[in-house]
C-alpha cells in the first residue's frame, strides 16, 4: 500500500513521497515495528536490524527450550520478531492519554494483519499468543512489500557518530550508514544500553516495580469474580487489584493472563524471571499475574544511584533469581503470608520445574513486606486469592531507567537519534510503546513536510 492509499487510510494524512533518507531501526517490537512501517509508507529508506529470529524459528526455539532447559541466545520470550509482546496475552489496553490517532494507525494496521476487528471497539482488547504470531509477520510481510528491509539474527554492537550526527551502526559481520537511527530495543537488551552510554547518551534512573508471579486455578477467579466456576458465552475472568497502606510500598496487581501460562522470560543465560501470556481463548486451567511493588531504587537503597547502577542492580536480582533448568523457586501464597519453615509448591502452568523456598527472602525486606500485607489485602477483596501460589521474580514491568531527551524527542546531544518505546523509559506495554515510535517517526517526518 503506498501513495494515495496510504494518504487514505493514514490517520494523519501523510501523502507518500519517495525520499532519499535512511532510517535504520533498531528492534522489531511493537515501537520498532510500527515506526517501521509508518516510515516505510511515507517513503523513506527504512531497515530494520533485529537480534532475533524470525517469528516462526523463534516459537519452535522457545518450544525447545520449554523442553529442554537450553537457552537460546536469539530466540526467547524477549528476543525475536515483535519483540516482548509476540509472545503475550496481548492486551492492547493503555493508560496513555491523547493518542487516539496513534493507536487507530496502530489497531487499523493489526486488523490488515488479522487480528479480530473487535479490537477497535473493545473496552479491554487483547489479541492473544496465537494470534500474535500471524499477526507480526503479516506486518513484516506488509512492510517487506512496501519496500523495506528487516534482517534476523543480526545485534547492533556498536555505533559511530561525530559532532552529535550518527553515521552508522556496527553488527558482526555489517556496517549500516544511516540518516537516521531509531533505537527501539525494548527494555531487556542491557547491552544496548551499555552500548548507548558508552556513547554518551544520557540515562537517569526512574520509579520502576519489582515482585513475582501469582496463579491461581481460573475456576478460583471465576467464582470470586461471577460467582460460579464458568459462564457460557465469556471467556475467563480478569482482576486488577491494588493497596497503598502508610508506611509501605503501594502493591498491584499487573498484566493478569486470565486462562493463561507463566513462562520463563529471561532474555539471558544465567538469569531468570517471569512474566504471562494466554492465547486468544484464554481457555487454559490457570490465571496468573504479576504482583509487584512500585519501587524507587534510591529509597530502597538509601544512596545515590546511576544508571548504569540501576542496571547493574535489577541485572544482579535477575542472576540471584536463576538455577539449573530455569526452575523457579516458589511457595502457595498462605506460606507467604505465614512465613512457614517448609514452603511447598502445587499444580503450576510454568512450563520448567518449580522449586519450593522461601521467596519472601530473595527480594528486599521492605518489598516482601509490603507485597505481603498486599496478599492480605487482595485475600479479603477476591475470596479465594490466598489459595494461590506465588513464584519467580517479576522485574520487567517497565524499564529502571529513563533517556534524556531534548527538543523534539531526541537524545540530548544528538540531531538524529531517537531512543523509543518500552527501551526508553516514557512507555510500557504494547500500545504505549508503538505509539512512542510514532511520535519519533512524526518528528522526523516533520523536517521534510
Ligand atoms: C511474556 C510477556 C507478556 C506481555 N504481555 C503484554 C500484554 O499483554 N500487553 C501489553 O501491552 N504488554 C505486554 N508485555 C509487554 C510488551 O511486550 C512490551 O511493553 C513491548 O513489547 C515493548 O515494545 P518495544 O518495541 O519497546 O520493545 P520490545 O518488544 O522489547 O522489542 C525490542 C526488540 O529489539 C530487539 N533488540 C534489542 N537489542 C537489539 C540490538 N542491539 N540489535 C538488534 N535488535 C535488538 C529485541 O530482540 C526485541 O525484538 C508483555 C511482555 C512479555 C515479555
Known sequence: ???????????????????????VIIGSGPAGMFSALFLQKAGFNVTVLERGAEVDSRGERIAKFEQTGIFDKNANYAFGEGGAGT???????????????????????????????????????????????????????????????????CMVEDLTHKNGLVQSVKTENQQYELDYLIVASGHSSYETY?????HGVEFR??????????????????????????????????????????????????????????????????????????????????????????????????????AEQALKWTEDLERSFYSDGYSVPACTIKEYLEITSSPSVSGTSYPLKL?????????????????REGLKIFSRKLRGFDDGMIMGLESKTSAPI????????????????????????????????????IKAVLEIIEKFD
Open 1 to 23: 500500500m503506498k501513495g494515495d492509499d496510504f494518504l487514505l487510510q493514514n490517520e494523519f494524512s501523510i501523502p507518500y513521497k519517495k525520499r532519499k533518507e535512511r532510517v
Open 87 to 153: 509472545f503475550s496475552d496481548g492486551k492492547l489496553t493503555s493508560r496513555s492519554k491523547h493518542i487516539s490517532k496513534e493507536r487507530a494507525f496502530i489497531m487499523d494496521a493489526y486488523i490488515r494483519a488479522g487480528a479480530p476487528k473487535e479490537i477497535k471497539y473493545l473496552a479491554h482488547p487483547h489479541l492473544g499468543s496465537d494470534n500474535l504470531k500471524i499477526i507480526v509477520k503479516n506486518l513484516r510481510n506488509e512492510f517487506l512489500r512496501d519496500g523495506g528491509r528487516i534482517d534476523f539474527e
Open 194 to 198: 551499555r552500548m548507548l552510554m558508552r
Open 205 to 306: 534512573i526512574k520509579n520502576y516495580a519489582l515482585g513475582s508471579r501469582v496463579e491461581h486455578r481460573q475456576e478460583i477467579i471465576n467464582e470470586a469474580q461471577w460467582g460460579v466456576s464458568s459462564l457460557a458465552g465469556v471467556k475467563a475472568a480478569e482482576y486488577r487489584l491494588t493497596s497503598n497502606i502508610d508506611g509501605l510500598l503501594p502493591v498491584y496487581t499487573f498484566c493478569m493472563c486470565p486462562g493463561g501460562v507463566i513462562v520463563p522470560a529471561t532474555a539471558y543465560r544465567d538469569t531468570n524471571i517471569v512474566n504471562g501470556m494466554s492465547n486468544y481463548a484464554r481457555n487454559g486451567d490457570f490465571a496468573n499475574s504479576a504482583m509487584v511493588a512500585a519501587v524507587n531504587l534510591e529509597k530502597l537503597l538509601g544512596r545515590d544511584v546511576s
Open 355 to 371: 522449586n519450593p523456598a522461601p521467596l519472601w527472602e530473595m527480594l528486599p525486606v521492605s518489598i516482601t513486606e509490603s507485597l
Open 402 to 437: 529513563q533517556v534524556i531527551r531534548g527538543p523534539g524527542g531526541l537524545c540530548e546531544g544528538f540531531s538524529n537519534l531517537y531512543v523509543s518505546g518500552e527501551g526508553s523509559g516514557y512507555a510500557g506495554g504494547i500500545i504505549s510503546s508503538a505509539t512512542d515510535g
